[in-house]
């Protein structure tokens, strides 16, 4: 082979070529050398752009740095109408008319602690078949004391228990004075301390008997019927203890809770926990169900009912809440029984279904609250 015949046998690839050019087909590539044998200076391939191509716009690239400027303005706006969203709704006016148009709703978790008596304590004890229960308290149990649709008559009928009333109108939990014989605030006489030491015989029912006579014609009704009942039922054949104040220590201001002495029974939990030690030593047999206040509204100078959730009577301890939760603990403390009532059965939302005023039980209330202590007694049995 001659020098010049291995030279035309040569095909040359210019590296520079347009992509157009080294991506096109056989075919096409044929036509391209044939072109440039007969004329090594024409133009390879049509390089003159349409008119339609040459109309359109150039597009830009967008850089990172442009997205990020973006990004910021879209967060930016969004913040914005969210804050005018937020404020533009701000402190306007909201009925409980339209809150509760659909009813009050139920609250769900309550404080209730419902408990057993160890049994440890009820070994060798015969059941007589009959559930004796015994009532503490104020308002709740004393107010229509006689009448069928009494709290403790209530509980009574529908349970067929033996239910004996010892509740003291106007009475109250925290003591005043530490001393019982003291003319000067004869109505601690009647606290639960107090009277559970004269049902535990810690105590003569003499000093009881001086301070109501001290009282006169203010003395509670049937108060020396009371005092007379505990003084002399033998608590051994009692099955259950019931206690229920309402929130009248609220309204005096007393003393809710002691934090070095748990059983001062000069403070609303102290004189609750002093008197459940007092029956759990003597007759620890003995259930105990303790009810805390229903709710009752707090009234202004004007008489107005307010929220007692709101406001603390003359500024001394605090809420009427606050007095049920320490009430809880200290009976989770004691291991005995705690029905909430004050979340769980007359509440801020109904409380005008069930109340006849600012803080005594209609008849329908009464109804509720038995229900209420009836489910907690029979809560273990089969």
Same mark, same amino acid.
């Not at 349409?50 to 913040?79: D, Y």
């Not at 009371?226 to 104040?245: N, R």
């Given at each position: 082979?001659?020098?010049?015949?291995?030279?035309?046998?040569?095909?040359?690839?210019?590296?520079?070529?347009?992509?157009?050019?080294?991506?096109?087909?056989?075919?096409?590539?044929?036509?391209?050398?044939?072109?440039?044998?007969n004329d090594p200076e024409a133009p390879i391939g049509d390089t003159t752009i349409p008119e339609e191509e040459a109309a359109k716009p150039s597009r830009k690239k967008i850089t990172p740095r442009t997205w990020f400027h973006i990004s910021t303005l879209g967060i930016a706006v969004f913040v914005i109408v969210f804050v005018i969203a937020r404020f533009s709704n701000f *402190? &306007?006016?909201?009925?409980?008319?339209?809150?509760?148009?659909?009813?009050?709703?139920?609250?769900?978790?309550?404080?209730?602690?419902?408990?057993?008596?160890?049994?440890?304590?009820?070994?060798?004890?015969?059941?007589?078949?009959?559930?004796?229960? &015994? !009532?503490? +308290?104020? +308002?709740?149990?004393?107010?229509?004391?006689?009448?069928?649709?009494?709290?403790?008559?209530?509980?009574?009928?529908?349970? +067929?228990?033996?239910? /004996?009333?010892?509740? &003291? !109108? *106007?009475?109250?939990?925290?003591?005043?004075?530490?001393?019982?014989?003291?003319?000067?605030?004869?109505?601690?006489?009647?606290?639960?301390?107090?009277? !559970?030491?004269?049902?535990?015989?810690?105590?003569?029912?003499?000093?009881?008997?001086?301070?109501?006579?001290?009282?006169?014609?203010e003395a509670p009704e049937a108060i020396r019927d009371t005092l007379q009942t505990l003084a002399d039922l033998d608590f051994q054949t009692v099955d259950v203890i019931a206690i229920m104040y309402d929130a009248t220590d609220y309204y005096m201001g007393n003393y809710i809770y002691d934090i070095s002495n748990h059983s001062n029974h000069l403070a609303f939990t102290g004189?609750?926990?002093? +008197?459940?030690?007092?029956?759990?030593?003597?007759?620890?047999?003995?259930?105990?169900?303790?009810?805390?206040?229903?709710?009752?509204?707090? &009234?202004?100078?004007?008489?107005?009912?307010?929220?007692?959730?709101?406001?603390? /009577?003359?500024?001394?301890?605090?809420?009427?809440?606050?007095?049920?939760?320490?009430?809880?603990?200290?009976?989770?403390?004691?291991?005995?029984?705690?029905?909430?009532?004050?979340?769980?059965?007359?509440?801020?939302?109904?409380?005008?279904? /069930?109340?006849?005023?600012?803080?005594?039980?209609?008849?329908?209330?009464?109804?509720?609250?038995?229900?209420?202590?009836?489910?907690?007694?029979?809560?273990?049995?089969?």
């Amino acid at each position: 082979m001659s020098k010049k015949d291995f030279f035309e046998d040569l095909t040359i690839i210019d590296l520079e070529a347009p992509e157009n050019e080294s991506d096109s087909s056989p075919k096409q590539a044929a036509e391209i050398d044939q072109a440039k044998e007969n004329d090594p200076e024409a133009p390879i391939g049509d390089t003159t752009i349409p008119e339609e191509e040459a109309a359109k716009p150039s597009r830009k690239k967008i850089t990172p740095r442009t997205w990020f400027h973006i990004s910021t303005l879209g967060i930016a706006v969004f913040v914005i109408v969210f804050v005018i969203a937020r404020f533009s709704n701000f *402190g &306007v006016y909201i009925d409980q008319s339209d809150i509760f148009e659909d009813g009050a709703g139920e609250y769900e978790d309550t404080m209730d602690l419902i408990l057993p008596v160890d049994e440890e304590f009820l070994e060798g004890r015969e059941d007589d078949g009959i559930t004796t229960i &015994v !009532a503490f +308290g104020n +308002g709740p149990f004393a107010d229509d004391r006689y009448s069928d649709d009494n709290l403790a008559n209530l509980i009574a009928d529908e349970t +067929g228990a033996v239910v /004996y009333n010892c509740s &003291v !109108a *106007g009475s109250y939990l925290a003591a005043q004075e530490y001393h019982l014989l003291n003319s000067t605030t004869p109505m601690d006489a009647y606290t639960f301390y107090w009277l !559970a030491c004269l049902a535990c015989n810690l105590t003569d029912i003499y000093p009881y008997n001086e301070l109501t006579t001290t009282l006169g014609n203010e003395a509670p009704e049937a108060i020396r019927d009371t005092l007379q009942t505990l003084a002399d039922l033998d608590f051994q054949t009692v099955d259950v203890i019931a206690i229920m104040y309402d929130a009248t220590d609220y309204y005096m201001g007393n003393y809710i809770y002691d934090i070095s002495n748990h059983s001062n029974h000069l403070a609303f939990t102290g004189n609750l926990v002093a +008197g459940i030690e007092a029956f759990q030593n003597t007759y620890p047999h003995i259930r105990i169900i303790v009810m805390s206040p229903s709710y009752a509204f707090y &009234v202004d100078e004007n008489g107005n009912y307010l929220s007692s959730d709101q406001y603390k /009577y003359n500024e001394k301890e605090d809420i009427l809440s606050t007095y049920c939760i320490y009430q809880g603990d200290m009976c989770s403390e004691k291991a005995v029984t705690f029905i909430d009532n004050i979340y769980g059965t007359i509440t801020e939302d109904n409380a005008s279904e /069930y109340l006849k005023d600012h803080l005594h039980l209609n008849q329908k209330g009464r109804q509720e609250i038995a229900q209420r202590f009836i489910y907690a007694l029979n809560y273990f049995n089969e």
